[in-house]
């Protein structure tokens, strides 16, 4: 992915197992030698300094007013930040989606970090996007402490990286920040894309169960706010009357088993935006006469997910399909049958659609764990097309969000192609694989050009 760079003329073994060969006239040194732990702590002056936060976006500001999370009492424990300190995550690394940080504020952060300050021999940008490459193969895992995986102050300060001179360092890191913020605009792109087809999908979704198909069909008051007008010919009710619910078995999770030759359990974790997950999955041992087959989930089943059941992507319900058998229902996740009524897929979208979400989403604000009821879904109001319009709506769904979802995914794989594309630069760069000492930015090159003019 780097290939369009030159490798250095000489390379030497690192004696480092993951950096294996650097550049000839490159240094191994110990962190402690390029950074020092900054001690500074906050004290009583806490007013001075704004709160920060380490975030897969950087370090950044944290508004601690909008009553997010949990504000301490007071901050007399906090370091103090200035910027262009590093800033690590040293606990439960396994579990932490950044370790590093470069902070470009003056400001406070908790003492569950180490906050470092640059010696002579780092320009802290070049150790950041150094580290960037470590935390992308969780290369601190050999030096973790005990049971909580935590890497100790003095141990980090021992840990050897490359040390190429400080010009080098400085040109490597201005070649990342040039060509990361090229990718990262990308990126951006790509998400805003994203953002769009999903409201696109919801909309298509809530004008078809809502208005139909036919732009010409005479309308009615629905007798509901958040519904509006429907089509004069559809019928009003409640859910209740057009199916039936099945919470899932409270499995113990001690008869939980790795073993792929079991049953799946169908956890709410495995419910996804229009589709089942099974990336995580535990496994359960049927016996004979167990009394599970109630449990046990057929194609065509909705499933939705009762903890947390809206989340950015959308509404967490989905159709069982072929491919997910076997599996049996557990516990938070509730299955959907319709009768002779209601097509499962109409519902399916009315269930996706931005009126489900408006009739139980008062009732969840200001939960901390959202949580919908069986109860809640009976008590949906919905219009009720005539069976064939049913039909015919489905398959217009079908077809819509197919093309729509295509077009998501190809997205997506292109943000993971670009993403790749970042790491793999990061790793070439800051590990002497490519040689960018004679890179210039392009208006850098221009004004060269100019004065040789």
């Not at 089509?231 to 859910?239: A, D, L, N, T």
């Not at 002497?432 to 060269?448: F, L, M, S, Y």
Request: charged fraction near 25%; proline fraction near 5%; hydrophobic fraction near 40%.
């Amino acid at each position: 992915m780097v290939c369009r760079y030159q490798a250095y003329p000489e390379y030497k073994d690192s004696g480092v197992e993951w950096l294996q060969d650097i550049p000839m006239d490159w240094e191994i040194k110990r962190t402690k030698a390029m950074f020092s732990l900054s001690k500074t702590q906050v004290g009583k002056k806490s007013g001075e300094y704004q709160l920060l936060s380490l975030t897969l976006k950087g370090v950044i500001p944290r508004d601690i007013s909008d009553g997010g999370g949990k504000i301490p009492a007071e901050f007399d424990t906090y370091q103090v930040v200035h910027p262009r300190n590093l800033i690590f995550c040293l606990f439960d690394i396994d579990e932490t989606p950044r370790t590093i940080g470069l902070s470009s504020y003056e400001g406070m952060i908790t003492g569950a970090y180490n906050v470092y300050k640059s010696l002579e021999a780092c320009i802290p940008e070049y150790a950041y996007y150094y580290f960037m490459h470590i935390d992308s193969f969780k290369g601190l895992r050999p030096f973790y402490t005990g049971l909580r995986k935590v890497v100790r102050g003095e141990t980090f300060g021992n840990i050897k990286m490359p040390a190429p001179r400080l010009a080098e360092q400085e040109v490597i890191a201005n070649f990342l920040d040039h060509e990361t913020a090229k990718i990262d605009t990308l990126i951006e792109k790509q998400q805003q894309l994203i953002k769009l087809l999903k409201e696109k999908r919801q909309a298509v979704i809530s004008h078809a169960v809502t208005k139909g198909l036919n732009p010409d069909a005479p309308m009615k008051d629905s007798g509901v706010e958040w519904l509006g007008e429907v089509p004069e010919h559809w019928k009003i009710g409640k859910c209740g009357f057009y199916l039936s619910l099945l919470s899932g078995f409270a499995f113990p999770s001690t008869g939980f088993t790795a073993d792929e030759r079991e049953t799946k359990l169908l956890r709410g974790i495995n419910v996804g935006v229009s589709r089942l997950k099974w990336d995580e999955n535990v496994y359960w041992q049927r016996l004979k006469y167990d009394g599970l087959d109630l449990y046990e989930m057929q194609e065509g089943d909705l499933v939705l997910g009762m903890d947390r059941p809206l989340i950015s992507e959308g509404i967490r319900i989905a159709k069982v399909e072929e491919k997910d058998l076997p599996c049996l229902l557990l516990q938070r996740v509730v299955k959907i049958k319709t009768g002779d009524l209601l097509n499962a897929d109409y519902l399916l979208g009315l269930l996706s659609s931005d009126i489900f979400v408006a009739h139980f989403f008062p009732d969840t604000t200001g939960v901390s764990v959202p949580h919908i009821s069986p109860e809640q879904i009976r008590n949906f109001v919905v219009p009720v097309p005539p069976l064939p319009e049913q039909n015919a709506i489905a398959n217009f769904l079908k077809k819509e969000t197919t093309k729509l979802d295509s077009l998501n995914e190809k997205a997506e794989r292109v943000i993971s192609l670009l993403q790749e594309r970042r790491t793999a630069l990061i790793s070439a760069a800051v590990t002497g694989k490519i040689d960018v000492r004679n890179w210039q930015a392009p208006e850098q090159k221009q004004t060269n050009k100019e004065c040789a003019a």
